[in-house]
Structures are given as C-alpha cells and as structure tokens.
Nanobody, 114 residues
C-alpha cells in the first residue's frame, strides 16, 4: 500500500504564498500521476493541479498562473502564490499507480484571510 502525507498548510493573508508538500511511502510501483485536489464544506472535491511522470501538467482555470506543481519520484509540491480567500479549502494529495490504484492523503487546511 501507498501512504501519502501532506504538510505546509496554514493561515495566510490574501496575496501571500504557501508551499504544500506531499511524500509517498510504502510499497510503491511507479506513481504515474500525482496531484492536488481541494474541497470546501458542501462542495465536491475539485482538481487543483496534476503532474504526470513525463512532467506534463494540468491546472484548474482557478489557479492557472498562480500555482505551480512539481514532483520528484515519490513527492509532489504545490507552490501557491497570490492566494485569494476563495482558495481556502482542505487540500488533498493524490497519487495514481496503474499497478496499485488511487491513493489519497488525509488533507491539509489552507486558510486565506486577513
């Protein structure tokens, strides 16, 4: 099984920056896609950004130009700049292994408020 542990969430003022990190551990067979999703109360979880093994990326229109996703072999990082109050959410790390399935972290709270 694969375990995902996120870190880096917190409280930041509008216009500020945060950096989220996620580390995958356990028995891992090629994480083909890693990414971040977010969820606010009463809403469905939504994609923020994903990065594939070949380093191609996809961003939500809401974060394009402000967030940057990057990865190592079993790590993924989300650099969040120019944060807005509407970015407030629980952010979840996600990893897909074609051999093992789909895995999720426990989530980390990001709050953007003055």
């Amino acid at each position: 099984q694969v375990q995902l542990v996120e870190s880096g969430g917190g409280l930041v003022q509008p216009g500020g920056s945060l950096r989220l990190s996620c580390v995958a551990s356990g028995t891992i067979f090629n994480l083909s896609v890693m990414g971040w999703h977010r969820q606010t109360p009463g809403k469905q979880r939504e994609l923020v950004a994903v990065i594939r093994g070949g380093s191609s990326t996809t961003y939500s229109d809401y974060v394009k130009g402000r967030f940057t996703i990057s990865r190592g072999k079993n790590t993924v990082t989300l650099q969040m700049n120019s944060l807005k109050p509407e970015d407030t959410a629980v952010y979840y790390c996600n990893a897909l292994s074609l051999a093992q399935g789909d895995f999720w972290g426990q989530g980390t709270q990001v709050t953007v408020s003055s």
